[in-house]
């Protein structure tokens, strides 16, 4: 009886053994993230509402991205130009020329004083863009809070009103372009 057990086991297992390699390859693809590739944006003039964009800022041959918000600033990742949209924030640009908005998937990024980025609401949500020489001038509509750097010292990206220097800097923009995910096709 035994023998007979272990028969309709190695019988079935090579059915589905079977089953298995009659299958065509399509049925275990998966998606494939998305491809990103991003273009440094060199005039301010090809901003238009509905882009998506990110921020860097380069320091002695490093690149940085502007990642997740935290508490009033949002947060540095070191990136290359492969890595470049992977754990960035992607801000999709609205309003138009001198009152931009600035929305990620945290909401429309707002600030009511210098040094205090916020996505609640509270200040002015507008944003004039200059860019020359592929450095970006993002600054608040209320001349008062100042712009965005990137602040070499405290690796981050926050509206200062310093002025800048080699520890304060401005950022460069990206306009990204983002291949929706698609599924990986067989061989056969």
Known sequence: MRTNGRSRF??????????????????FAAEAPAAISAQLVTDASELKSGDVILLTASKDGKMFTAGNF????????????????????LFTLGGEKDAWTLTSEDGQ???????????SDKGVGTWKISIEDGLATIASTNSDFGRILYNVNTPRFMNYTSATNT?????????????????IESLD
Do not use: R
Request: hydrophobic share 50%; aromatic share 6%; charged share 15%.
């Open 70 to 89: 935290e508490s009033k600033y949002l947060k540095s990742i070191e990136t290359t130009e492969e890595t470049l949209g992977s754990d960035a924030v």
């Open 109 to 119: 990024m707002y600030t009511n004083a210098a040094k205090a980025l916020n996505f």
């Open 167 to 183: 520890s304060m800097l401005l950022p460069s923009i990206y306009k990204v372009s983002i291949e929706e995910n698609h599924v």
């Open 10 to 27: 190695l019988a079935a297992l090579l059915a589905l053994v079977m089953v298995i390699t009659l299958m065509p390859l399509s049925v």
